[in-house]
Nanobody, 123 residues
Framework: QVQLVESGGGLVQAGGSLRLSCAAS????????MGWFRQAPGKEREFVAT????????YYADSVKGRFTISRDNAKNTVFLQMNSLKPEDTAVYYC????????????????WGQGTQVTVSS
């Protein structure tokens, strides 16, 4: 029983920045990864970034490396996604997600999901 609430989405011009936040509540004591996925219109949901809750080790999709930065505040059970140099192809609904296992590829196996926040990047 984990609840995730995203915030920070909006409209931005290409080259601009946004910072997404995700606050977790409930039974978060077994969390190993907390990260971000996105789904663009007509496309499948894809992995964006994640971070190990204990050590803070980040992982990124190749498409966002060098532009996005994931971070977390363990005391507040919150994860952030700083998005810089945004491109129109970054337009999507962004979802926060939690995984409660540590083994396996970091892009799969997430157990809890937020409601999503819309990010729109205009040309």
């Amino acid at each position: 029983q984990v609840q995730l609430v995203e915030s920070g989405g909006g409209l931005v011009q290409a080259g601009g920045s946004l910072r997404l936040s995700c606050a977790a509540s409930g039974r978060t004591f077994s969390n190993y990864y907390m990260g971000w996925f996105r789904q663009a219109p007509g496309k499948e949901r894809e992995f964006v970034a994640t971070i190990t809750w204990s050590g803070g080790t980040p992982y990124y999709a190749d498409s966002v490396k060098g532009r996005f930065t994931i971070s977390r505040d363990n005391a507040k059970n919150t994860v952030f996604l700083q998005m810089n140099s945004l491109k129109p192809e970054d337009t999507a609904v962004y979802y926060c997600a939690v995984r409660n296992r540590g083994l396996g590829p970091v892009s799969v196996g997430y157990d809890y999901w937020g409601q999503g926040t819309q990010v729109t990047v205009s040309s």
